[in-house]
Every structure is written in structure tokens, then in C-alpha cells.
């Protein structure tokens, strides 16, 4: 399983290099933070035990939540996609007995469904790209622990335009963190557009 943990966070770690090369040598953009979702192109959403997602709110909010979709522009013209919070799986449960989080803290497993919508494949590392935050604004990196939410993406996870993947994505937080919103970047983080979703 070390074996297994090591190959992937290499693979991370260098594609995640790649990107970061490729987006300096592109020059300084503007950034910024899309909270706006798509219009009538959600997903079924789901929340499960802990409730992060709030399906309650009204249809037609102009703020991102659980189940809207998102466009997302890459550093690349032809590198764009759309990317759905599908789901969010509070206090999940390790993939085996031996995952488990720290002392202090908790799973949390997202589900994301990225469909390329560029001329270009979308070539990446998805764990790379998102992060959760909580309500003080702490932002917390994903993990390469696997859960019992469901399958994780492939590193990389290579998506044929036109086409998409769905995949969970897992982080660690402290076991009394409130979490308050999801993000999203393309290019394993470095594209200068996010995307953000309020739970």
C-alpha cells in the first residue's frame, strides 16, 4: 500500500511541476474566483452524514453550491472544463482498516465530475487542484488517503474533449473545522481562475 501511496504522490508532485513551469512561462494573468454557477446545467447532488451540502437553497441562486457546475479556463485557451460538486461525504470512513485520519481530525471526501469542454484533453491532477475552506478561512490541501465514499481519480486523469470523469477527492481537517466552502483550479491549481462553491 506505501508502495502504491508513493507512486502516486509522485506522479503528482511532477505533474503538478510540469503545470507550474507551464503556467510561469505563460506570464502574469489576472486572478480570479468564479462563484457564479452555469445555468441549468447542475447535477443531482448528494451529502452524506454530516449534511456539509445545503440542497435547501432556492433554484437560480447566483451563488455556486452542491450540485451546480462551474466553467473553469485553464492557462490554455484550448485547456477549459466544466466541473460539478457532485457530492460531499462528511466524516468518511478510511478504504481499509489501516486509513485512518490523525488524532484531532476527520475525512472529508468530495466528489467532482469534470467534463472537458477545450479542443485540448484535460491532462491533470485533480487532487491537485481543489481545496476545501472553513469558516475562519483556513484552506486545507487533499490527501492521498483513500476512503469507502467512493473511487478516486486516476493520476493524471485523462479526459477526451467532450467527454468527462466523476471522482472523489479526499482531505484530512481537524474534527471541529466547519467547512464553509470548495475550490477548484485548473492546471493542478495554478490556472489564475477558481472556482467556489458554498456549502
Given at each position: ?94 478504504a481499509d482498516e489501516f486509513t485512518k485520519p490523525a488524532d484531532g481530525k476527520r475525512f472529508v471526501s468530495v466528489q467532482f465530475r469534470i467534463k472537458a469542454t477545450g479542443s485540448a484533453a484535460y491532462a491533470d491532477a485533480p487532487a491537485n487542484s481543489a481545496k476545501v475552506l472553513d469558516d475562519k478561512g483556513q484552506g486545507y490541501s487533499s490527501s492521498l488517503d ?54
Amino acid at each position: 500500500m506505501s508502495v502504491r501511496i508513493s507512486t502516486r504522490r509522485t506522479a503528482a508532485v511532477l505533474l503538478g511541476a510540469c503545470l507550474l513551469a507551464a503556467a510561469t512561462a505563460c506570464g502574469p494573468d489576472k486572478s480570479s474566483v468564479s462563484t457564479s454557477p452555469k445555468a441549468a446545467d447542475s447535477a443531482p447532488a448528494a451529502s452524506a452524514s454530516g449534511g456539509s451540502g445545503d440542497q435547501g437553497k432556492a433554484a437560480g441562486s447566483s451563488t455556486a453550491k452542491l450540485g451546480d457546475t462551474i466553467g473553469l479556463k485553464g492557462t490554455e485557451k484550448s485547456n477549459t472544463a466544466d466541473v460539478t460538486l457532485v457530492k460531499v461525504v462528511d466524516n468518511a470512513e478510511g478504504a481499509d482498516e489501516f486509513t485512518k485520519p490523525a488524532d484531532g481530525k476527520r475525512f472529508v471526501s468530495v466528489q467532482f465530475r469534470i467534463k472537458a469542454t477545450g479542443s485540448a484533453a484535460y491532462a491533470d491532477a485533480p487532487a491537485n487542484s481543489a481545496k476545501v475552506l472553513d469558516d475562519k478561512g483556513q484552506g486545507y490541501s487533499s490527501s492521498l488517503d483513500e476512503t469507502k465514499a467512493g473511487p478516486e481519480f486516476p493520476v493524471p486523469a485523462n479526459i477526451a474533449p467532450g467527454e468527462s470523469a466523476l471522482g472523489f477527492i479526499t482531505f484530512e481537517v481537524p474534527s471541529d473545522a466547519k467547512l464553509d466552502k470548495i475550490q477548484f483550479a485548473m492546471d493542478s491549481g495554478f490556472a489564475q481562475q477558481t472556482g467556489q462553491w458554498k456549502l
